[in-house]
Structures are given as structure tokens and as C-alpha cells.
């Protein structure tokens, strides 16, 4: 059974260009949250999503910021025209669906580094 | 507001020590709480979760606890061995499954 899987490990972009970060989450999984780590500093939670509804954004930038999670296919995560600022690692997770199964635990992917230069 | 404190910010012991690293949390209206494990530019590696109706949970060496009235959990490794060495993060789950983090402990054990 496959864990999260996130895609590119690594992206390097300039200022002003587009970053996609893919997540797909673990088999049998249909809830992820994107969280994004800043150098010296904590994990901090962006968005949570099920498949084709985005449950929370709370922690979302207002601008330059999506997340989505088709039905078919990996969550994305969108950053536009990118600033040093967003230089960070970029972790998804994922958890069962909602129910006896879930016990609330949360199963991380190697996340995505992101350097903007 | 939930805030997730950690102390230490940094430990250092020698090999076959044990230890105790803490967690503190604000808001004790918690769904659950995890520790991680999280290994210089990788990702995070679960290794306990508490239920909030829980006080502890084992795993080999490791040891968690949680006091929900007093808003802490501990995470006790015993015997602790260079492999060890990691930053471990402690996360106050909600409902919704929503983690907040604490900044975490990085450990070192030496040899």
C-alpha cells in the first residue's frame, strides 16, 4: 500500500511564475490537507479538501493561492506568480474517509520543496 | 485560538539515555493528539496518536501520554539510541482532522 505520494520533490521557480505541487493521497484515502513548512518555523495548516469540495481554506493566502481535488486524479496545489516568500516545503496529507475507520490520524507524504529565486 | 508549545526547543544526550520530551497545548477541546518524527529534509513520520478519551499510548521504546484537564502530553523514549537523533513534533488534532503543530524538539543522540 502505497504512502502519500507528492510530486516534484524538488521545484525551483522564478519570481512571478506559476507552482503546481501534486498529492495523491494513500489508497482508500479521500480526505488530504496541504500544510506548508517556512524555513526555521512550524507546520502550518492551509487547506483541507475531499473529492471535488474544499472543506476548509482557513489557512490559505487570499491571493495567488488554490487548492483543488478532482474526482479523478492527484489534489493540486497552485501557487501564482511566485515570491521569495513562498520559498518552503510544501507537505500533503491524507486520511481515510469519515466514519468508524477513521481514527483521525493523518499519514504525511516527503513533501515539496520549493525554492523561488 | 489553539498554540502548541515544546520544550526543549533542543536536546542533546548520550546514547542509552532516557528522555522525556513535552508538549503543552491552550485549548483543551482536542480530537486527538499526534507525535511525528521528521528526519532533516524529509517528510513526517507518525508515531503515536492519542485519542482524546485516551492517557497513553506505547510503541516499542516510545511512550506518550496525554492530560487533557491539564492541556500536556509527554513523549518518552526509552533507552535512546543515535538513530534516534530527529526533530519530533508534537500536533493537537481537531475536528475536521485540522493539526496544529508545535515548533518541536530536535534531539540528538550521541555515540
Known amino acids: 500500500n502505497a504512502g502519500v505520494m507528492q510530486n516534484p520533490r524538488h521545484l525551483v521557480r522564478r519570481r512571478g511564475q506559476e507552482a503546481r505541487l501534486r498529492c495523491s493521497p494513500m489508497?482508500?484515502?479521500?480526505?488530504v490537507y496541504w500544510y506548508r513548512q517556512l524555513p526555521e518555523e512550524g507546520l502550518k495548516f492551509m487547506v483541507y479538501?475531499?473529492?471535488?469540495?474544499?472543506?476548509?481554506e482557513s489557512g490559505m493566502p487570499k491571493e495567488r493561492f488554490s487548492a483543488e481535488f478532482p474526482k479523478e486524479g492527484p489534489s493540486i496545489l497552485r501557487i501564482q506568480q511566485v515570491v521569495r516568500g513562498d520559498s518552503a516545503a510544501y507537505f500533503c496529507?491524507?486520511?481515510?474517509?469519515?466514519?468508524?475507520?477513521?481514527?483521525?490520524?493523518?499519514?504525511f507524504g516527503e513533501g515539496s520543496r520549493l525554492t523561488v529565486l | 485560538k489553539q498554540e502548541v508549545t515544546q520544550i526543549p526547543a533542543a536536546l542533546s544526550v548520550p546514547e542509552g539515555e532516557n528522555l522525556v520530551l513535552n508538549c503543552s497545548f491552550t485549548?483543551?477541546?482536542?480530537?486527538?493528539l499526534q507525535w511525528f518524527r521528521q528526519d532533516p529534509g524529509k517528510g513526517l513520520t507518525s508515531l503515536l496518536l492519542?485519542?482524546?478519551?485516551?492517557r497513553e499510548q506505547t510503541s516499542g521504546r516510545l511512550n506518550a501520554s496525554l492530560d487533557k484537564s491539564s492541556g500536556r502530553s509527554t513523549l518518552y523514549i526509552a533507552a535512546s539510541q543515535p538513530g534516534d537523533s530527529a526533530t519530533y513534533l508534537c500536533?493537537?488534532?481537531?475536528?475536521?482532522?485540522?493539526?496544529?503543530f508545535g515548533a518541536g524538539t530536535i534531539l540528538r543522540v550521541k555515540s
Open positions: 496529507a491524507s486520511s481515510p474517509t469519515q466514519g468508524a475507520m477513521n481514527t483521525g490520524e493523518l499519514f
Open positions: 489508497k482508500g484515502h479521500s480526505h
Open positions: 479538501l475531499q473529492k471535488e469540495n474544499i472543506i476548509d
Open positions: 485549548d483543551s477541546a482536542i480530537y486527538n
Open positions: 492519542i485519542q482524546s478519551s485516551q
Open positions: 500536533a493537537v488534532g481537531s475536528y475536521g482532522n485540522k493539526l496544529v
